[in-house]
């Protein structure tokens, strides 16, 4: 399969994208006299509840009507925005939490102070309808007038409410500027949990770039299902990514301390999909809430992981406890989510290469372990020299939308003068063991900065975690690696597992063209097998291959397939085994899939009760990883085919059992 039609495959998220590349310079940030008159959104931080609770019905009046929004601040000129407000008070966006204990009666009453007719949706699975998130309830309302909508509290989750304006650009984002909310019911009788916080993510596009989709969209050149992408030189603009109103390095930032068991609530009110990642630590997953979720895509019931895939309107409890000190962060692992534009770029950022958007700092006061403080005269010693390739250059979105010709970069390893180089647009899998200490020196010999974020790693000291001014503690912080400069990580893998290691300046970019690697611990003594198999999906191709080479399989053994997924777009990509002898380009539904068993994820051994046999098929999301073990019975072929939400085929690898 050739890199041009593999690319032509990716369908429905870049054709959005592409549909919003022509955004630039539409942001509404000179309003008429009459519209700087109007209320200015709050963020909100979602601690208190909305409306008036009284004898078991908690009335909550909400008006949705035009506001101004900065996302940044007083620095920067606000656009205009849709965005519900109680009465006597400020727009807020999300929209005032609805909270309420299962059995309570939920009252709406919304006001529409808009010039369209707006429809209000509730999920219906708030009183216990298990399709409630495909079928909600709704109530229209026409403009100047108020409408009522009653609910019951039934089932205990994390769900959005929202609403439209009937616009057509609505078919993609689900909702109207910021017109949308949390709605959480606690279970009956339980106990109110310390540290139980509500964190709503929101995608919202101004004026200017809601104009260009919505003709898009008329013109038929956009689909429902495409994400939204927004920032990078010369990319898009008027795309606001918040959690609870805010944007990176705006957000709020969390304080705690070593022991503190954190309960985040997060609730996707939105129409793209989030992969979250927690850098350092795993948490679990409580609850996870998203009716359209199947066997191949919900998380088990608490499942442990460092990043979870949040699909539009999902939400998800969860639990985690940081047991080491320093500076930690939460995040979109959709790296184009992050990215700046000329908007929300920082004045000391000219080449766009911060994180912006979708991400929370987190604080950890405490004292640190010994485990941290190892000798380092006993320390593995490795190189990682990360180099650009002037002769080779691979197709970069860059502006999103367009693909234009980008030096191809890699690490290369290196250890007591044996050097690994992949001469690929990939770097090599770094293999540690468990609990032995290792030093890295990052050496840069790229004429930009970099970085090394070690994925799913639970790093003793935040200092080496590798988020450029954000990781480590007080005022030394991790910085960029500069052009001929270096950088010691030192850290001891306290799990064996399946991990990676990828650049965290200038993400999308640097990642794509090949700064990102597999990196595998295994325990002491234990030796590299001819039947595990690495499987690293990034943009452009299989562990950097655009037409993967065969695969042996064994008949009679187990094969260890270890599943990564650091690619720009494909943020919904099934990986499948599968005994078909060929590989359709669309296929919705594969009745000749293999059995695997599932061993892991993003590194973390699942319990025995969860390694059943099942049918192999996974969805694996970017910043995600999977552990699979397969026995082929007999001599033959297999295909690992990698296909988008609509069967799309992405890529194939053949696979030959011996």
Avoid at 63 to 79: L, M, N, V, Y
Avoid at 322 to 342: I, K, Y
Avoid at 427 to 449: A, Q, W, Y
Wanted: charged share 20%.
């Amino acid at each position: 399969m050739n890199p041009s039609s593999a690319r032509r495959r990716l369908g429905a998220s870049r054709r959005l994208c592409a549909a919003l590349a022509l955004l630039s310079g539409t942001l509404a940030v000179n309003p008429s006299p009459f519209r700087a008159a109007l209320p200015l959104v709050q963020p909100n931080r979602n601690v208190e509840r909305g409306g008036v609770l009284r004898e078991g019905v908690l009335t909550v009046s909400l008006e949705a009507k035009e506001s101004r929004f900065s996302i940044d601040g007083p620095s920067r000129p606000p656009t205009i925005v849709e965005a519900f407000s109680e009465p006597g008070k400020q727009p807020q966006m999300p929209g005032p939490l609805v909270r309420a204990t299962q059995g309570t009666e939920i009252r709406f009453s919304v006001r529409n102070s808009l010039s369209l007719p707006l429809t209000f949706f509730v999920p219906a699975s708030v009183h216990g309808d298990t399709d409630g998130m495909t079928a909600p309830d709704s109530l229209v309302v026409a403009p100047g007038a108020v409408g009522q909508l009653v609910t019951r509290a039934s089932s205990p989750g994390n769900y959005a409410y929202r609403a439209t304006t009937g616009i057509v650009a609505n078919r993609v984002t689900l909702l109207t500027g910021g017109l949308g909310g949390a709605l959480v019911v606690d279970t009956a009788g339980a106990l109110a949990q310390p540290n139980d916080r509500v964190f709503v993510i929101m995608t919202t596009p101004d004026s200017g770039a809601l104009g260009q989709l919505e003709r898009r969209v008329a013109m038929g050149r956009s689909r429902p299902e495409a994400p939204l992408a927004a920032g990078g030189p010369n990319g898009f603009q008027g795309i606001a990514f918040t959690i609870n109103g805010r944007a990176w390095p705006n957000t709020e930032r969390i304080r705690t301390s070593i022991g503190d068991s954190l309960h985040w609530r997060v609730i996707n009110v939105s129409a793209e999909s989030h992969p979250m990642h927690l850098h350092g630590f795993y948490y679990r997953v409580d609850a996870f809430d998203d009716p359209k979720a199947g066997q191949f895509s919900r998380p088990a019931p608490g499942q442990m992981v460092v990043t979870q895939l949040l699909p539009p309107l999902a939400a998800m409890s969860m639990t985690w406890s940081p047991d080491r000190p320093g500076n930690w962060v939460f995040h979109c692992h959709f790296a184009l989510h992050n990215m700046p534009d000329s908007m929300t770029v920082a004045a000391g950022d000219p080449h766009m290469r911060d994180m912006v958007g979708l991400m929370l700092g987190v604080t950890v006061a405490g004292r640190r372990s010994a485990r941290a403080s190892k000798d380092p005269d006993r320390s593995r010693h490795l190189r990682l020299v990360a180099t650009v390739d002037s002769l080779r250059t691979i197709p970069v979105l860059n502006p999103p939308g367009r693909y234009i010709p980008e030096p191809s970069m890699r690490f290369v390893l290196e250890e007591h003068g044996h050097m690994v180089d992949t001469k690929r647009p990939v770097s090599p899998e770094v293999d540690l063991t468990r609990g032995e200490p290792v030093s890295i020196m990052i050496v840069n010999h790229l004429p930009e900065p970099t970085s090394v974020h070690w994925h799913g790693v639970e790093i003793e000291d935040s200092y080496m975690d590798g988020a450029p001014g954000v990781s480590g503690e007080g005022t030394r912080l991790t910085p960029q690696i500069a052009p001929g400069d270096s950088f010691e990580a030192r850290f001891t893998p306290p799990r064996s597992g399946t991990f990676m290691y990828h650049a965290h300046v200038d993400e999308p970019r640097e990642e794509q063209a090949g700064l990102e690697g597999a990196l595998i611990v295994r325990d002491s003594g234990a030796s590299v097998s001819p039947d595990d198999h690495v499987f690293f999906f990034k943009g452009g191709g299989i562990n950097g291959e655009p037409n993967p080479d065969t695969v042996e399989f064994h008949a009679g053994r187990p094969a260890r397939l270890r599943f990564f997924n650091l690619a720009n777009w494909e943020v919904m990509t099934f990986f499948s085994l599968t005994s078909r002898p060929d590989s359709a380009l669309r296929l919705a539904n594969d009745t000749l899939l293999v059995r695997w068993r599932r061993l892991a994820k993003d590194g973390f051994d699942l319990p025995p009760a969860q390694q059943g046999a099942r049918a192999a098929r996974q969805l694996v999301s970017m910043g995600e990883t999977y552990d699979f073990e397969y026995t082929p019975i007999q001599q033959g072929t297999l295909r690992l085919e990698l296909r988008g939400p609509e069967g799309q085929l992405i890529f194939r690898v053949p696979i030959r059992v011996e």
